[in-house]
């Protein structure tokens, strides 16, 4: 019995998926400058022709964007998952605010879990730098900065965790994820007690993370949400109360309501 002849791939189809992939893992971000011509070219021990067939290839597909005498740049585009009116719109709503820890609750549970399964030193040395510098936001009491770096974080558990579709869901509600935490933490000054706290919490999520325990991972990053879902929670109940308390108050005095004696 004859066999079809085996195809061999072509070098430009080859440099193309290993673009691709190096997208999806996050070794090339939305937005980055991908190296020069030739040192890519050399990077991948492949002619310039057959790189540059993969690079127009890849920008037909609308991952890569090149710029006249500016380089070639990885779409800014794939880092926008929600669009920019939903955005604006569930950040108008207050009441999907809870909707959103629920849904942190199952994506960054799950990427706690992997990273410290699956992290690797300079996965570790990034969190660590993720964390010092959200700690050194903490000091400066600035919920928008604060905000950014704790999102910063959040994200670099889930590159941590080496799962490129946890990784592109995170990335794609980054902004989201960013005006959520600094709405939180907005509520959270008015608690003193409370923001630290949330630090003591990230630093339990990253040592568990670096010491390998998943299942802790996971359950730390469970007990942070929850502790947010809980203060944002009694605020909207305090709120309640005190508007309960403004219209008793501003009753006009001398009117009585049914059943009063």
Known sequence: ?????????????????????????????????????????????????????????????????????????????????????????????????????????????????????????????????????????????DPVEEAKADAAFHLAIAEAAHNVLLLHTIRGIFHLLERSIADNLAHLFERPEARPQLMLQHRALLDAILEGRAEDARARAHEHLVFVEEGLLEMERAETRAQRALRRAQRVPGTRRDGDA
């Open 1 to 141: 019995m004859a066999y079809p002849p085996l195809r061999q791939p072509r070098l430009a189809d080859v440099i193309t998926e290993r673009l691709e992939a190096m997208i999806l893992e996050g070794s090339l971000q939305p937005g980055q400058k991908l190296p020069p011509e030739r040192e890519l070219a050399e990077r991948f021990s492949v002619s310039r022709p057959s790189l540059r067939e993969a690079i127009q290839k890849l920008s037909a597909r609308g991952l890569l964007i090149s710029r006249q005498g500016g380089g070639t740049f990885v779409s800014k585009e794939l880092n926008s998952g929600y669009s920019d009116p939903l955005l604006e719109m569930l950040s108008r709503h207050g009441e999907f605010h809870l909707d959103l820890l629920e849904f942190r609750d199952a994506m960054e549970g799950i990427s706690a879990y992997y990273a410290a399964l699956r992290s690797t030193p300079t996965d570790k040395a990034l969190l660590i730098r993720r964390f010092e510098e959200l700690e050194a936001c903490f000091q400066g009491h």
